[in-house]
């Protein structure tokens, strides 16, 4: 059981909060409504901390499949949206999503349409979800674009599992690579260090820039966190401002296999985005606005913005996004072979299978680059620590 904070109003127009335990939302809008009250407001009571929430409040990819997935079911087999949401209210796991849909669910309840409720959790629904719902009343396809949704988000969720998949090696090796030689500096240098100093002689210059280095990190670590803490926080501030952002993008577009992995990936989502709002009806001047917004890369938002601009004078999109050099020329070829033939979704949506495989392939490479790069470091570090002990280890003859 749980407790839902409501307002409502009843038949004399007065006012009243409060209150009640129920099995999920729906059940608490139906005692409330049996009484014969309105129900202004209604929403999962989180008590004094409810409100607070760490991290971002957008929801996860897979966390939108399940959404999509499930009202397209729901739907499809005649179920009323009301119903709809509070069915799914019930299965899905995750407080945020539980959160997003049930207020949802009490904005429909408040006389407002689906979009609209969608329109209201902007910033934890993506854009393209609330355009698409909108698209989809208008045309009374719902039921089909959520299926179109499920598949979009279903792809992408994919494509950020490979990459992710593909990073845990590296990460690893450089976890590995920082701990190693934080213990050997922490631990078995001192103790090392103490016995080499007892029994005297010249210390080469390795290995006492080794022991500064581990009595600095023994007697000082508080400043190295410090610094570390402050530098991750001070790149994060860079990183999100305007001309940080801007130059951070343009690095990873130029950089060698980092910048072709960019590339790709942001080709996939931009036919795979295009193609999936066009399926859904809606116009190609909305559909680059709205696919603008989901490539994560500043550079090629400018551009496109830019490429907006020329479609609303009436220019073709094919002409429009030509002058976006970091996309592989095929996609001009095949966005003008599909205005030509008016076939553009279907055109994008073989195009964007393509730019996933030639992503798939980027990252694949990226990741055996880094991999042996890791290594190496990792080799490096560690021999530098090891040879600065070993060094007068072999020469301890000539100290006693």
Known sequence: MANFKYTVIDSAGKTSEGVIEAENIGEASRKLKSDGKYIASLKL???????????????????LVIISRQLSSLLSAGITVVRALDMLYQQLETQKSKKCIGEIYESVQGGKSLSEAFSDQRGVIPNIMIQMIAAGEES?????????????????????NKISSAM???????????????????????GIAETIADLGGELPALTKGIMAI????????????????????????????EKGAYQWDTLMLKMPVVGKMTKMNASARFTRTVSTLLRSGISVLSSVEITEKSLDNVVLEKKLADARIEIRKGTALSKSIRGITEFPPMIYAMVSIGEESGTLDSILEKAA????????????????????VMIIIMAIVVGLVVGGIAMPIFNMASYI
């Open 45 to 63: 009571d989180r008590g004094t901390f409810g409100d607070i929430h760490i991290g971002s409040p957008k929801l996860k990819t897979q966390e």
């Open 140 to 160: 009374g396809r719902l039921d089909e674009v959520m299926y179109r949704l499920a598949e979009h988000f279903q792809k992408e969720s994919k494509t950020k």
């Open 168 to 190: 845990v090696y590296p990460k690893m090796l450089a976890i590995v690579t920082v701990l190693v030689s934080v213990g050997l500096l922490t631990f078995l240098v001192p």
């Open 214 to 241: 581990s009595n600095s990190l023994v007697n000082y670590w508080y400043i190295y966190v410090a610094v570390v803490g402050v530098s991750v926080y001070g790149f994060k501030l860079w990183r999100n401002s």
């Open 353 to 372: 299978d393509f730019f996933e495989d030639e992503a798939d392939a980027a990252t694949s490479k990226f990741v055996a680059t880094l991999e042996p």
